[in-house]
């Protein structure tokens, strides 16, 4: 005897705190508009594996029909978690809030085992969520890098015995600096002689910089080029001490509850800082920040404090542009091309703001990027879980670069480590740079030529 819809919806296989919302799946329609932006889709052609496909597996299971196991929910984790289904949807689905829901699901009905349930206990739980010891990572990869040893490993092919993917990773992997930023805010930059501590008046408001994880560790010149252009248009700067990691790499994974704690500790310490905008430099980070109130939408005594943080959040591109920012007078001579990060385009939609910063550097020609939209095959560590398909993606990616653009700009981590370690092993002249770096520079060579500004292209 079938029992009624009612009942097998009650008996949804979804068990655990935080499961796809009905008001979410419900309004998805198979139009199929999502197909054609899809990565995965493109190229597999498979529905399972297609947003439509995995709105209704997941819909499947809320209403008891399938049991939730890691093969019914394979298309989940196959996900990139891009969002670019969500630009294009009519319907206004929420596929990325429902792919982590669902995600949390499995993560907790089915813990992983073995060495990739290791992996993750070390790096999401252990490592990533406690700075002093992300700061032991960052101190073991600079002695590999200055000790010499890093040079005798690649000379005697230990390398090797790695995946490919990883190879090309490490090859890609930028020079970690003497100091990361959190903790050091003594360290930020001085513009005209006035430090990051506002001797200055910041007329245009008190900025808090979110430093992260990963940014911290092998990016920590991105934060202070950001910290630069942010003083050099009168904002002042202040980096919370207390701050964690955003917790975006646990929801990718599904482990809600952990980052669900690190979103606790980083609302208490930015707003405490008293700032009237918390900047980041990272898309991922800054779509998962914006997104804070979504973890706490089940906890009503948490939820105020959520919004008015993710209210302040900005991506450093959308607050120049919003504030307005003084166009740099020094010249680069560079043919530059844009990469839309997934978390900054289709999360956040940023589109036109680094465009616009980028089209106001003196001497910088600006040239589109065939497809900069489509994702580049990093998507968190996807690259680590999925590396078949993250590289297929990332051939893409570099096929589209113009042959004629010196410099490939960018809003996120993962796609400057991504595309660096494809250009190096194909060993394409490419540079790869974070879009806040070009305006640091163009600033930098203000004042190096004649009436102010700097003469470095040829007439």
Not at 119 to 124: A, S
Not at 246 to 268: M, P, Y
Not at 307 to 316: M, N, P, T, Y
Not at 436 to 451: N, P
């Amino acid at each position: 005897m079938s029992l009624p819809f009612e009942e097998v919806h009650r008996q949804s296989s979804f068990i655990f705190a935080d499961a796809p919302d009905e008001d979410k799946y419900s309004v998805c329609v198979h139009c199929g508009f999502c197909l054609e932006v899809c990565p995965t889709y493109q190229e597999w052609s498979d529905e399972n594996h297609s947003p439509r496909g995995r709105v209704y597996l997941i819909k499947q299971t809320a209403e008891g029909h399938l049991t939730l196991n890691e093969d019914v929910m394979d298309p989940v984790f196959t996900c990139l978690d891009c969002r670019a289904c969500e630009s294009v949807c009519p319907s206004g689905v929420q596929v990325g809030a429902l792919i982590e829901e669902a995600r949390g699901q499995v993560f907790y009905a089915n813990p992983k085992r073995g060495w990739r349930g290791w992996l993750e206990q070390l790096f999401l739980r252990e490592i990533f969520p406690h700075p002093k010891r992300l700061q032991k990572l960052r101190a073991l990869t600079r002695f590999y890098q200055v000790s010499g040893l890093q040079t005798w490993v690649r000379k005697l092919g230990l390398l090797r015995i790695l995946p490919r993917h990883l190879q090309a990773l490490e090859a890609a992997m930028p020079e970690v600096t003497v100091q990361p930023l959190l903790g050091n805010s003594e360290n930020l930059p001085m513009v005209d002689g006035k430090s990051s501590t506002r001797k200055n008046t910041g007329e245009k408001g008190k900025v808090a910089l979110f430093t992260g994880c990963v940014m911290d560790v092998f990016y920590t010149h991105v934060h202070e080029a950001t910290a630069e252009v942010l003083l050099r248009n009168h904002f002042q700067v202040h980096v919370p001490s207390e701050q964690k990691c955003c917790g975006a790499l646990q929801v990718h994974a599904g482990d809600r509850e952990t980052a669900r704690s690190l979103a606790r500790k980083n609302i208490q310490a930015f707003l405490n800082s008293d700032a009237d905008y918390i900047v980041v430099n990272a898309a991922g980070c800054g779509a998962l920040l914006k997104e804070y109130p979504e973890l706490f939408h089940n906890y009503p005594e948490e939820i105020e404090r959520a919004e008015l943080f993710a209210s302040k959040v900005r991506d450093i591109s959308e607050l120049l542009f919003e504030k307005g920012w003084e166009p740099p007078k020094g010249e680069l001579c560079e043919t530059v091309a844009y990469h839309d990060a997934c978390h900054l385009c289709h999360a956040q939609k940023i589109r036109h703001q680094p465009r616009a910063l980028l089209a106001s550097i003196p001497g910088l020609q600006l040239v589109d990027l065939p497809d900069a939209d489509r994702c580049c095959g990093s998507a968190g560590i996807y690259n680590l879980t999925h590396p078949e398909m993250a590289q297929r993606l990332l051939e893409r990616k570099l096929a589209d670069i113009p042959d004629d653009v010196s410099t490939l700009a960018m809003g996120n981590p993962g796609c400057l480590l991504q595309i660096s370690s494809g250009l190096k092993e194909k060993n394409v002249p490419v540079k790869v740079v974070h879009t806040v770096e070009l305006l640091q520079r163009a600033y930098r060579m203000e004042g190096e030529g004649e009436d102010g500004a700097a003469k470095t292209c040829a007439n």
